[in-house]
T-cell receptor, first 114, second 118 residues
Framework: GDSVTQMEGPVTLSEEAFLTINCTYT??????LFWYVQYPGEGLQLLLK?????DKGSNKGFEATYRKETTSFHLEKGSVQVSDSAVYFC?????????????FGAGTQVVVTP | EAGVTQFPSHSVIEKGQTVTLRCDPI?????LYWYRRVMGKEIKFLLH????????ESGMPNNRFLAERTGGTYSTLKVQPAELEDSGVYFC????????????????FGPGTRLTVL
């Protein structure tokens, strides 16, 4: 079946540091890939998405490229801020019978210190 | 436009009691989903409604869980009787049905209901 694996946290960084959160997946169809973010006390928000191989999703300075050859969708940001402290979830939505059934990774907590 | 709302935000009950969670999707979204995150692990799919019909309930853990969506608008998820392992955060999400909608393959999540079973 489909699955998503992302690096464990917490990840602690200083402000303006470079952030990478690794995400790899297995899927039987042609999935769309997503990064969701959960800020403290809030719900899940879509951060970015990519629907086909080699697509790059970007938002709020974050980027992730859909790499089919390595089945990866790593999240990157060049210079983090304290306000980026949150839990980040990688997710996929496959085609076929699995459509609509999002598969999530376990989440990576990111803590950015001033 | 209002987002997905869930009620209550927190619920603390004792083992053996009944709890009902409610989700109001974004207006016009015919797809409605329930997910659960237990003990900081991955968020797991529970079930999917299309309008008032259950499209996929393969993630429902057992028959103590009952989801309904009468009239195809809001949905409820009842746990009866609750067990300790049911503790976690229950998320609801919704999405449009039309393939021509640019948000077709996205899901919009609510803030979640944190359920604690003592």
């Amino acid at each position: 079946g489909d699955s998503v694996t992302q690096m464990e946290g917490p990840v602690t960084l200083s402000e303006e540091a470079f952030l990478t959160i690794n995400c790899t997946y297995t899927a039987t169809g042609y999935p769309s890939l997503f990064w969701y973010v959960q800020y403290p006390g809030e719900g899940l928000q879509l951060l970015l998405k990519a629907t086909k191989a080699d697509d790059k999703g970007s938002n709020k300075g974050f980027e992730a490229t859909y790499r089919k050859e390595t089945t990866s969708f790593h999240l990157e940001k060049g210079s983090v801020q304290v306000s980026d402290s949150a839990v980040y979830f990688c997710a996929l939505s496959d085609t076929g019978d699995s459509w609509g059934k999002f598969q999530f990774g376990a989440g990576t907590q990111v803590v950015v210190t001033p | 436009e209002a987002g997905v709302t869930q009620f209550p935000s927190h619920s603390v009950i004792e083992k053996g009691q009944t709890v009902t969670l409610r989700c109001d999707p974004i207006s016009g979204h015919d797809n409605l989903y329930w997910y659960r995150r237990v003990m900081g692990k991955e968020i797991k799919f529970l079930l999917h409604f299309v309008k008032e019909s259950k499209q996929d309930e393969s993630g429902m853990p057992n028959n103590r869980f009952l989801a309904e969506r009468t009239g195809g608008t809001y949905s409820t998820l009842k746990v009866q009787p609750a067990e300790l392992e049911d503790s976690g955060v229950y998320f609801c999400a919704s999405s449009p049905l039309s393939i021509t909608d640019p948000s077709y393959n996205e899901q919009f999540f609510g803030p979640g209901t944190r359920l604690t079973v003592l």
